[in-house]
């Protein structure tokens, strides 16, 4: 059994999490900017908070892992709005399994390519490779590469959130009439942040998006066994 001192800490940041994400959530409604999404801004603001309180990541962690665990469920409730929108994945599977494997590739090319270039330690670089997923797809895998998983987390939350700000430029710029390829676009390069921000555009989109997050996941994680084999 945990000691008391133990319990208190842990329903302490249980609470902190709860409240800065809602209070984020509050602020990013009325001011939808992409440096105020609840995925970056509450987490900045906790981390701040625990490196003023001499908080070790460990403490949090242990803490918090209950939140952590519940992002595997709440991925599958995706799976309603990709559903309803069957068909139009019935007909354009091929080329979303094409973009899938050529996104995936290409995230984790450009990853290990940057690490390389900047000459980062391996267990940052292997915590960096699988940001371009949603949070518990990349955790596990970079668990099983030899990364760390907490170090990973943040790198996700980041790529989210950039990726959702720069999808808006693109989306901008390039002629992509088709809510397919809106959707596809900010699935890939945003995953769960992208999803949630494609659902505000349209249906359509939003379920593009998460099928096409749901589908990098699952063919990373088939991967990862052969990627840590291939890193050794």
């Known amino acids: ?27 990013y ?21 625990a490196v003023a309180l001499h908080t070790r990541a460990s403490e949090y962690s242990d803490g918090t892992h209950w939140l952590v665990a519940m992002m595997g469920p709440a991925t599958v409730a995706f799976a309603i709005p990709i559903y309803e929108q069957r068909a139009i994945i019935r007909r354009h599977w091929p080329i979303l399994v094409v973009g899938v494997l050529v996104g995936s590739a290409t995230a984790m ?13 391996a267990d940052l670089r292997l915590s960096l490779l699988p940001r371009s997923l949603s949070s518990p797809f990349a955790m596990a895998i970079s668990d099983t590469i030899g990364g760390l998983p907490g170090l990973t987390g943040v790198f996700v939350v980041f790529t989210g959130a950039f990726g959702a700000a720069i999808g808006d430029v693109i989306l901008a710029l ?26 505000g555009i349209g249906p359509e989109e939003g379920a593009i998006a998460g099928l096409v997050m749901v589908m990098a996941g699952v063919f990373n994680v088939l991967a990862a066994p052969f990627l840590a084999y291939a890193l050794r």
């Open 174 to 199: 390039l002629p992509l009439r088709s809510g397919m390829a809106r959707g596809a676009l900010l699935g890939m390069s945003a995953h769960a942040i992208g999803t949630a921000k494609a659902h």
């Open 1 to 27: 059994m945990m000691p008391l001192s133990a319990i208190t800490t842990a329903l302490l940041w249980t609470l902190l999490t709860v409240a800065f994400y809602l209070l984020a959530k509050g602020l």
């Open 109 to 121: 090319g450009l990853a290990w390519g940057m690490a390389t270039v900047l000459d980062i330690p």
């Open 29 to 49: 409604r009325r001011h939808p900017r992409w440096w105020l999404s609840p995925m970056l801004a509450a987490p900045l603001a906790l981390g701040a908070l």
